[in-house]
T-cell receptor
Framework: NAGVTQTPKFQVLKTGQSMTLQCAQDMNHEYMSWYRQDPGMGLRLIHYSVGAGITDQGEVPNGYNVSRSTTEDFPLRLLSAAPSQTSVYFC??????????FGDGTRLSIL | RKEVEQDPGPFNVPEGATVAFNCTYSNSASQSFFWYRQDCRKEPKLLMSVYSSGNEDGRFTAQLNRASQYISLLIRDSKLSDSATYLCVVRAHMNYGGSQGNLIFGKGTKLSVKP
């Protein structure tokens, strides 16, 4: 049982580049979320999904897109990377009324 | 007022000490409560859920006071391995304000247990 798998673990981008952070879970969880964690800011919700085909914005959605074509996958897209998006990104999933399970995180640096 | 507030920390304690973390939340519709632990450069991991009647798991005791909107975590007989950041987490009811039952995280309190 792999749980929540995020790739890549590390990435360096140049300003203006685009990329997709991958997230997959094998627990058949309905809920999936993306967070970013910055020093002194705690975990902030970017986007979330309550099921395949359904996504919604969280607290800090600007500059990010998501899609949920399957229950298992919830990729996060940066369309045009900016230095302000340098952060650690965590994907998470949970079942109904269950605690959240997190992936290992992706450390992203935008130069 | 922030939705979830925690002691600012850091807490530096000797091995064997008892340490208490406090947390307050602003949304009275919050329905689920958790403590997560996060080690340096790692992902948050569930430490324990918090139930209305209070609950204990070994050296860890969690308490909830709904009237005061207050949650606590007590660690007895601290170990070096308890050194981490402890995150207070609440979840509102599914249908409250369009929250879809999302989790709200406190900023965390860092604990360092010294020999």
């Amino acid at each position: 049982n792999a749980g929540v798998t995020q790739t890549p673990k590390f990435q360096v981008l140049k300003t203006g580049q685009s990329m997709t952070l991958q997230c997959a879970q094998d627990m058949n969880h309905e809920y999936m979320s993306w967070y970013r964690q910055d020093p002194g800011m705690g975990l902030r919700l970017i986007h979330y999904s309550v099921g395949a085909g359904i996504t919604d914005q969280g607290e800090v959605p600007n500059g990010y897109n998501v899609s949920r074509s399957t229950t298992e996958d919830f990729p996060l897209r940066l369309l045009s990377a900016a230095p302000s998006q340098t952060s650690v990104y965590f994907c998470a999933s949970r079942g109904t009324n269950q605690p959240q399970h997190f992936g290992d995180g992706t450390r992203l640096s935008i130069l | 007022r922030k939705e979830v507030e925690q002691d600012p920390g850091p807490f530096n304690v000797p091995e064997g000490a008892t340490v208490a973390f406090n947390c307050t939340y602003s949304n009275s519709a919050s329905q689920s409560f958790f403590w997560y632990r996060q080690d340096c450069r790692k992902e948050p991991k569930l430490l324990m859920s918090v139930y209305s009647s209070g609950n204990e798991d070994g050296r860890f005791t969690a308490q909830l006071n709904r009237a005061s909107q207050y949650i606590s975590l007590l660690i007895r007989d601290s170990k070096l391995s308890d050194s981490a950041t402890y995150l207070c987490v609440v979840r509102a009811h599914m249908n409250y304000g369009g929250s879809q039952g999302n989790l709200i995280f406190g900023k965390g309190t860092k604990l360092s247990v010294k020999p």
